[in-house]
C-alpha cells in the first residue's frame, strides 16, 4: 500500500512540475464581455454599417442576428431563405451596404443598411461555394469561394471578373490582407497557396514541418502568420513567403488547438482556440499571457477580429461572442 501511495505522489508530483514549467502567466485584466445569443448556432462572422452602432451577425443554419448597440446585445431576424438551411459564411458592410454569402451557394446584397435584403442569383458553373465576402464601396465586392475562385463585381453583383484562372482546390481556410493579397490553406493543411493582385493563377507552397496547417493570415506589416496542429505558431522572414521563423508553441501544456489569430495592434496579439482558450502577446508575438477569466465558457474560440483597435470580438459556437471592453482593459 504504501509503495502504491508512493507511486501516485510521484505521478501527481510529475504533474505539478510540467504544469508550473509550461503554464502561461494570466493577464492581469479581461476586456471581454461574454454574450449568449439566443440560438445553439455557431457564430461565423460579423459587420457594422457606416453607423458604428449598427451591426449583423450570421452563423450556421442560416443565423442571423442584429445589434444596435454596437454590439452589446444582438437580437434574432429572418432572412426568409424558406425551409434549406444555409451556413452563413461572411458578412460585409461598406457604409450601408452589405453582403452576405454562404452556402450551400447564397449570395445576399443590401444598400439600406440591412432593412432589406435582396438574393443575387450566382452561376451553376461557379466553382465551389461562397466563403468570404469584402465590401469595397459603391456597388463593388470581392468575394472568394472553398475552392479558391475569387471574383470581383462593380454593378451590385450583376456582373462578376474572375481575378484567377483557376480555383487552387478545396480550402480549409482563406485569408485576405488589406492589399488584396490572399493565403489559402488546403483542406487536409498540407500545403499552402499565396496569390497577388494581379497573377494569373495561385502560387502553392509546401508545409514546413509534418504539422498539418490549421491557419493562416497576414501580420500588421504584411508577413504570413501560421497555426499548425498542436498550437504550433510561425510567423514567415519578412519578404521571404516559405522561409519562417523558429516554431514556438505559446501554451505547451495544453492539448487543445490554436484556431486564430487577430492583431489589436502592431504590438498586441491574440490566439484563439479550441476550449476557450485565449491568449494574448504584447510584444508581437514573443511571450504570451492566458485570459483565464474566459477559460470556463462553454464554447470553441473559432474567430477573432478586431474592427478597430478599440473595438473587437471572438465568436463560439452556439451563440457565443465575447465583446472586447478597452476599459476593463485599461483598468
Known amino acids: 500500500m504504501v509503495r502504491y501511495l508512493k507511486q501516485i505522489l510521484v505521478v501527481f508530483l510529475a504533474l505539478f512540475l510540467c504544469t508550473s514549467c509550461n503554464g ?17 448556432a455557431n457564430i461565423l462572422d ?11 451577425a450570421v452563423g450556421s443554419d442560416s443565423a442571423f ?29 461598406s457604409g450601408d451596404e452589405g453582403w ?27 466553382p465551389g461555394a461562397p466563403n468570404r465576402v469584402l465590401a469595397l464601396g459603391s456597388d463593388s465586392a470581392e468575394m472568394s469561394t472553398t475552392v479558391g475562385a475569387i471574383y470581383r463585381t462593380s454593378d451590385e453583383g450583376k456582373t462578376w471578373k474572375a481575378l484567377v484562372a483557376e480555383a487552387v482546390g478545396v480550402v480549409r481556410n482563406i485569408s485576405r490582407s488589406p492589399s488584396g493579397e490572399y493565403v489559402a490553406v488546403s483542406a487536409k493543411g498540407n500545403f499552402y497557396s499565396t496569390w497577388i493582385p494581379g497573377q494569373k493563377a495561385w502560387t502553392p507552397h509546401n508545409r514546413n514541418s509534418s504539422r498539418r496547417v490549421e491557419n493562416m493570415g497576414f501580420t500588421t506589416d504584411g508577413r504570413l502568420w501560421m497555426l499548425a496542429r498542436g498550437g504550433q505558431l510561425q510567423f514567415s522572414v519578412p519578404g ?15 492539448s487543445w488547438g ?15 482556440g479550441g476550449s476557450a482558450n485565449l491568449l494574448c502577446s504584447f510584444d508581437g508575438g514573443k511571450t504570451w499571457k492566458k485570459d483565464t ?37 485599461q483598468a
Request: aromatic share 12%.
Open 100 to 126: 452576405i454569402v454562404g452556402e450551400p451557394a447564397i449570395l445576399l446584397h443590401t444598400d439600406d443598411g440591412g432593412k432589406s435584403w435582396s438574393r443575387i442569383s450566382l452561376s451553376n458553373k461557379l
Open 65 to 93: 442576428f442584429e445589434s444596435t448597440d454596437g454590439g452589446e446585445s444582438w437580437e434574432p431576424r429572418n432572412l426568409e431563405l424558406g425551409e434549406q438551411k444555409y451556413r452563413l459564411n461572411s458578412v460585409s458592410f
Open 258 to 272: 490554436l484556431l486564430d489569430l487577430a492583431y489589436r495592434s502592431p504590438d498586441e496579439v491574440w490566439l484563439a
Open 240 to 254: 521571404e513567403d516559405e522561409n519562417w521563423e523558429k516554431a514556438q508553441y505559446p501554451e505547451v501544456s495544453t
Open 24 to 40: 502561461l502567466a494570466s493577464l492581469p485584466n479581461n476586456p471581454w464581455k461574454v454574450l449568449n445569443l439566443s440560438t445553439e
Open 293 to 329: 477569466a474566459v477559460q470556463d465558457v462553454a464554447s470553441n474560440f473559432y474567430k477573432v477580429t478586431f474592427l478597430s483597435p478599440e473595438r473587437g470580438f471572438v465568436l463560439g459556437q452556439r451563440g457565443v461572442i465575447l465583446k472586447y471592453n478597452p476599459a476593463a482593459a
Open 46 to 56: 460579423l459587420a457594422f454599417t457606416g453607423d458604428s452602432q449598427h451591426g449583423w
